[in-house]
């Protein structure tokens, strides 16, 4: 029997040594030494697999290779399922990054409890049984074949999984794990690699589809080195303001499906609920106009969603104007700015400039871009925009309104939720039938010609 033997190697080169060094001897890097396993006794291969199960690879023709496609789980969570890409594949391995309380946990142990004809083993590191015990009973537990192992030994956990035999593994969190093939300790580069190969061998291996939960550093990318998102299948990353109480989850990468979807939930006392229309909570109902604000027809993924844009603009108390923006890129904001003070003859630039999209929503569609310019004009000019008016054009560097991709569906949409008008590009006129739609449809080319409309 082999003996496991472990040698650093340099991150940032990939020199080799049998001890830990602080620098580098060949590319002279500090700290960049990471111990990793060289070669693995028997013991250290999954357990929990039969080898007699293993199957031996052999080359065979494409077009003989048996296709399973039809053959995804049904996730018991319609945001989810169609995140992924209508549902889960066998065998996958998904990775659920996160800021630290924005409800990661929250939302796979209701998966986890909620979903039928599977049989779930969530793994927990961080919490104690009875932590999770009253976090079920919030979401409410009726019916849940699920079990919970508070283990963060890797070792412990394939020992459980070869006696419960799941059909479905939830592990919070990848950083708490730690198997005993390493020295190092739980968290580091090295640890989070070999677990998560375990964990896909196991995944693969067996058929079981296994969700990784992952912290999120600083910077908001997923802690732990970038190979571990090389090695799942794919990334989930659930977002928002943890003070607002919308969340959305969107993939950043997806092997089976989709990368553009966003799913959209609201943190309730009772856990997470699908929002299935968001355009109605995230544009608020109003008695009568008020300056400053702009709706804009924007696409998150396949799915059209209409937001709201709100802007302040107000004299500088200070010398430096202050431009802040919160859901909306602030580059671009300043960027539209210096279009409307340099092309249209704004004066803006002694003035402070306040930007939020409301529901703590992040968007990059370039769409907005026109309801953004709306709104800090109308702000500006102290005139509100007329009530079932929206937008839906990118700004140009020269103030020109640019069209935008999949117009139809932005136009049956706020059609569907009782707009009256909608400002867009005049290119974007093309191939879109204005006799088939209720809602006024106003093709522009310029800035100036939607401020001629909307304020006279
Ligand atoms: P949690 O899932 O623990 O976050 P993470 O695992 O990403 O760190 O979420 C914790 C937050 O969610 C906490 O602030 C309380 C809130 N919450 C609710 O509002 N309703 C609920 O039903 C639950 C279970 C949590
Ligand atoms: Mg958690």
Known sequence: MAKTRSTFFCQNCGAQSAKWIGKCPSCGEWNTYVEEIVQKSDDAKTPGIQSTSRRVSKPQPVQEISLNTDHRYDIGDKELNRVLGNGIVPGSLILFGGEPGIGKSTL???????????KVLYVSGEESEQQIRMRAERIGMEGADCHILTETNTQQI??????????LLIIDSIQTLHTSHIESSPGSVSQIRECAAELLRYAKESGTPVFLIGHITKDGSLAGPKV???????????EGDR???????????????????????????????????????????????????????????????LIETQALVSSAAYGTP???????????????????????????????????????????????????????????????????????????????????NRIDQRLSEAEKLGYEQIFISRYNTKGVDQKSYKIKIHPVGKVEEVFGILFG
């Open 322 to 404: 202050q431009r802040s923006s919160t859901g909306f890129d602030l580059r671009r904001l300043s960027m539209l700015l210096a279009v409307l003070e340099k092309r249209c003859g704004f004066r803006l630039a002694a003035k402070d400039v306040f930007l939020n999209i409301t529901g703590g929503i992040k968007v990059e569609d370039p769409a907005v871009d026109l309801a953004v310019v709306c709104a800090v004009l109308s702000s500006n000019a102290d005139i509100p925009i007329p009530q079932k008016t929206c937008f839906s054009a990118e700004v140009g560097l020269s103030g020109e309104i640019r069209p935008v």
């Open 228 to 238: 571990l998102e090389h090695m799942v299948d794919t990334v989930l990353q659930f």
């Open 243 to 305: 003070n607002h109480v919308y969340r959305l989850l969107r993939t950043t990468k997806n092997r089976f499906g989709p990368t553009n979807e966003l799913g959209i939930y609201e943190m309730q006392g009772s856990g997470l609920r699908e929002v299935s229309n968001p355009s109605e909570i995230l544009v608020t109902s109003r008695d009568e106009p008020v300056s400053g604000i702009a709706i804009a027809a924007t696409m998150e993924g396949m799915r059209p969603l």
């Open 108 to 118: 796979m142990l209701q998966v986890a409890l909620r979903v039928r004809k599977m």
């Open 158 to 167: 394939f020992q459980q999984i070869e006696a419960l035999q799941p059909t």
